[in-house]
């Protein structure tokens, strides 16, 4: 090779090098793992929420892989099963370059031993922070973390300007007189619970305008002595859940319900199925129930 193929060649390379997303991104996972990504193309994203944010940052063409909760938006990315029980030959069969997760799903027992093995073979795991707990500032952590990844902090930074955007307008539309709420999650007639102050559901109510009246933090079973003591102005719902019910009439008929102001006025909401995992639309669905109770609730 001449001298001057030579200079032309290193000249390439530094190019390639200096190229955006072409840079290698050492990240650090919420399990004190750190991982090093160079423009991942196969990603087996494990969490809806995941999965909703990098939609959001325009990555969505690498997910080669989700679990059952990786619907939205609607998509045909190949499941590899439930969250709770996530299989390492089915993912590694997917051929990831980067797997990511986050820790609320992958620090359960059975799935630590997946992320062992999914290490132990070679594939890159990075534990993205709970998606659970954190409110909407935990949303920013994970969008930033996955910018970083992706190398487009640029596109985080676009969507973390709507998410203050909408919850103006969430603040502006909430109700004058504040509504006492509960999170009631419902299988069927026979099987509900009352959910805390832990959760998705929790932020939703407080970015919402409501107030929150559980007086603890996990899940107690459903009973009609609880609840009419608590005597909550609204109730929330998941959407499957008042289907499962078979709507109004049939959360009407859970313990207690009828007894409530709730139920008595017929104050019963029904909110997307992804609301205990803290996604980016959050404000969205904040905005949305702002605006229904700034109708009821006067």
């Given at each position: ?10 000249l ?44 959001r ?111 103006k ?60 003591a ?9 959407e ?26 017929r ?11 803290i ?8 905005l ?11």
């Amino acid at each position: 090779m001449t001298p001057t193929h030579t200079i032309c060649a290193a000249l390439a390379f530094s190019l390639l090098l200096a190229a955006p997303g072409a840079l290698a991104a050492t990240v650090r996972g919420a399990d004190g793992v750190s991982v090093s990504v160079t423009s991942p193309r196969r990603v087996v994203a494990l969490n809806a929420t995941t999965v909703e944010l990098i939609y959001r940052l325009g990555k969505q063409s690498t997910i080669v892989g989700t679990d059952v909760t990786g619907t939205y938006p609607p998509n045909r990315i190949p499941s590899v099963g439930h969250w709770a029980q996530l299989p390492a030959e089915g993912i590694i069969a997917l051929k990831p370059d980067l797997v990511i997760g986050t820790a609320d799903n992958l620090a359960m027992p059975a799935n630590q031993k997946v992320t062992q093995q999914l290490r132990a073979a070679g594939v890159k795991v990075l534990v993205l922070p709970a998606s659970d707990t954190g409110g909407l500032d935990g949303v920013r952590t994970r969008l930033n973390i996955l910018a970083d990844v992706y190398g487009v902090p640029g596109a985080a930074q676009a969507l973390s300007r709507s998410f203050d955007t909408t919850l103006k307008a969430a603040q502006a539309n909430r109700p004058k007189v504040t509504p006492r709420v509960l999170f009631l999650y419902a299988h069927g007639p026979g099987d509900a619970s009352i959910y805390g102050t832990d959760g998705g559901a929790n932020d939703l109510i407080t970015l919402a305008g409501g107030r929150n009246v559980a007086p603890f933090r996990d899940t107690k079973p459903l009973t009609a002595e609880a609840l009419v003591a608590l005597n909550p102005d609204a109730i929330i719902l998941l959407e499957r859940g008042l289907d499962a019910l078979g709507g109004i009439e049939g959360a009407l008929k859970l313990p207690g319900v009828a007894q409530t102001n709730a139920g008595r006025q017929r104050h019963v909401y029904a909110v997307d199925n992804s609301i205990r995992w803290i996604g980016p639309r959050l404000p969205e669905f904040a905005l949305t129930l702002a605006r229904q109770w700034n109708a009821d609730f006067r």
